[in-house]
């Protein structure tokens, strides 16, 4: 009763309707383990300033956090990510977005042009570089994203970074 009407058991009722009776059971058994494991695997990670209140969130998480950070550079998919940290797809995107009140792919693009920014300030690194540092395999995909994140294309940003540099007030 306490996990009905959550997209975790949705998803567990959905996925039942596919398997066989014996797959059936073995799936069961392993969604109850994973539910064990989600109940039991908490880890504080932070504390609201000025309440009692602390935000627990199971270590899977924050290895999944550590590994898209290292790997900014890299093609991360979602299954790609769950096979690194040996979690379900619907048990990463439920935590994530309780851990970070954003979706994974929002919370990968938002690094990859924090990333992208820093890199912007390094005017010997060509744009194109910058944007496959970041993981991306097109250009114009990275300025887009650029763009709608920061308000103006990488280029243009590296112009301003420059004449900042060049003429100190």
């Not at 398997?19 to 994973?34: G, N, T």
């Not at 064990?36 to 880890?43: I, R, W």
């Not at 504390?47 to 550079?73: C, D, K, W």
């Not at 744009?127 to 990488?154: C, D, E, L, W």
Request: proline share 5%; aromatic share 10%; net charge positive.
């Amino acid at each position: 009763m306490v996990i009905s009407g959550t997209s975790w058991s949705q998803a567990l009722f959905q996925d039942l309707l596919n398997l066989s009776k014996e797959a059936q059971d073995r799936y069961c058994v392993f969604k109850a383990v994973e539910l064990l494991y989600l109940l039991c695997s908490k880890v504080p990670v932070s504390h609201t300033p000025g309440t009692n209140v602390h935000r627990y969130v199971p270590q899977s998480i924050l290895e999944a956090t550590s590994y898209m950070q290292a790997h900014l550079g890299e093609k991360l998919t979602i299954p790609h990510i769950c096979k690194q940290c040996s979690v379900s797809p619907t048990f990463l995107k439920e935590w994530f977005h309780r851990a970070y009140g954003v979706s994974v792919h929002s919370w990968l693009v938002e690094q990859r042009m924090k990333q992208a920014n820093k890199l912007i300030c390094t005017p010997k690194l060509p744009i194109h570089q910058i944007a496959q540092a970041v993981g991306y395999t097109g250009i114009s995909q990275f300025n887009a994203t650029f763009k709608r994140f920061y308000g103006m294309t990488p280029s243009r940003l590296r112009k301003m970074s420059e004449t900042a540099i060049s003429r100190p007030i």
